[in-house]
Nanobody, 124 residues
Framework: QVQLVESGGGSVQAGGSLRLSCVASGFTNSRNCMGWFRQAPGKEREGVAT???????GYADSVKGRFTISRDNAPNTLYLQMDSLKSEDTAMYYC??????????????????WGQGTQVTVST
C-alpha cells in the first residue's frame, strides 16, 4: 500500500503562489502515475495535474500555464507549484498514486492511494 503525506497548503491572496509537496512511500511498481486533485465544498473531486514515472505531464485546462507538477524519484516526492492563484482555486488538495496503463488519467477514479489532503485558500 502506497502511503502519501501532503504539506504546503495555506492561505494566500489572489495572484500569489504556493508550493505543495507530497512524500510517497511503499511503491512496489516503478511504472506509476502520481497526481494532484482537489475538492471544493459541495463539488466533486477533480483532477488538477498528473505526472508519469518518466516525467510526462498532464493538466486540467483550468490550471494550464499557472500550475506546474514535478517529481523527484529518489526519494519519491511530488510537487505542485501554483502561481497566479485565483479564488476558484480554493479547495482541499490531495496527492494520489495509481498504476500507469500506457498513460496517466486525470480521472480521480483511476487512482487507488490517497493522502489526507492539504487546504488551499485564495482570498480576493
Amino acid at each position: 500500500q502506497v502511503q502519501l503525506v501532503e504539506s504546503g497548503g495555506g492561505s494566500v491572496q489572489a495572484g500569489g503562489s504556493l508550493r505543495l509537496s507530497c512524500v510517497a512511500s511503499g511503491f512496489t511498481n516503478s511504472r506509476n502515475c502520481m497526481g494532484w486533485f482537489r475538492q471544493a465544498p459541495g463539488k466533486e473531486r477533480e483532477g488538477v495535474a498528473t505526472i508519469a514515472y518518466y516525467g510526462g505531464t498532464g493538466y486540467a485546462d483550468s490550471v494550464k500555464g499557472r500550475f506546474t507538477i514535478s517529481r523527484d524519484n529518489a526519494p519519491n516526492t511530488l510537487y505542485l507549484q501554483m502561481d497566479s492563484l485565483k479564488s476558484e482555486d480554493t479547495a482541499m488538495y490531495y496527492c494520489a498514486a495509481g498504476y500507469w496503463m500506457g498513460y496517466c488519467s486525470i480521472d480521480p477514479k483511476k487512482y487507488n492511494s490517497w493522502g489526507q489532503g492539504t487546504q488551499v485558500t485564495v482570498s480576493t
